[in-house]
């Protein structure tokens, strides 16, 4: 805990890296449960158990918040990574802070967008604004252990 005291960027990341996780464990709870109330299941066993193998089939809306799950797993894992390794080259607090900030709320509108078909293109957008903070931490990281590389 003495770490995280002590590094105010690094606490700042890990306060949005949480709330991402929390995210992304919400929209898994959000496909299960639609998976439940479209009785769609992707297991045979699954849909046997709810009500049989008629129910082993795919449904456009539970595809559609699974497609948005797997989008947080390709997109929030790179930052997890970035934005710890970026914490731990001394970045100032107020630009690390819009870094996380940035990444976060763009995160939050792309599932928004991605689960209720927000009209293109929001989802486009908010996907190219996340990207934003990762490639300027990847660049910083880079700059600052190009020396040792």
């Known amino acids: 805990m003495a770490f995280l005291t002590r590094n105010e960027v690094f606490s700042c990341f890990v306060f949005y890296a949480v709330l991402?996780?929390?995210?992304?464990?919400?929209?898994a709870i959000i496909t299960g449960q639609v998976r439940l109330r479209k009785k769609a299941f992707a297991n045979p066993e699954d849909a046997l158990r709810h009500g049989g193998l008629q129910f082993h089939r795919e449904d456009p809306y539970v595809e559609r918040c699974r497609r948005a799950h797997i989008n947080d797993l390709e997109n929030i894992l790179p930052f997890l990574f970035l934005g710890a390794i970026y914490s731990m080259i001394g970045p100032s607090l107020p630009v690390a802070r819009l870094h996380f900030l940035v990444f976060f709320?763009?995160?939050?509108l792309h599932s928004v967008a991605y689960l209720f078909a927000l009209r293109a293109p929001t989802r486009s957008l908010?996907?190219?604004?996340?990207?934003?903070?990762?490639?300027?931490?990847?660049?910083?990281?880079?700059?600052?252990?190009?020396?040792?590389?």
Not at 105 to 108: M, Q, S, T
Not at 126 to 149: D, E, G, K, N, R
């Open 20 to 27: 991402l996780v929390i995210k992304m464990y919400i929209l």
């Open 105 to 108: 709320l763009a995160r939050v």
């Open 126 to 149: 908010a996907y190219i604004v996340a990207q934003i903070p990762c490639v300027s931490m990847a660049l910083q990281i880079l700059v600052a252990v190009a020396a040792y590389a």
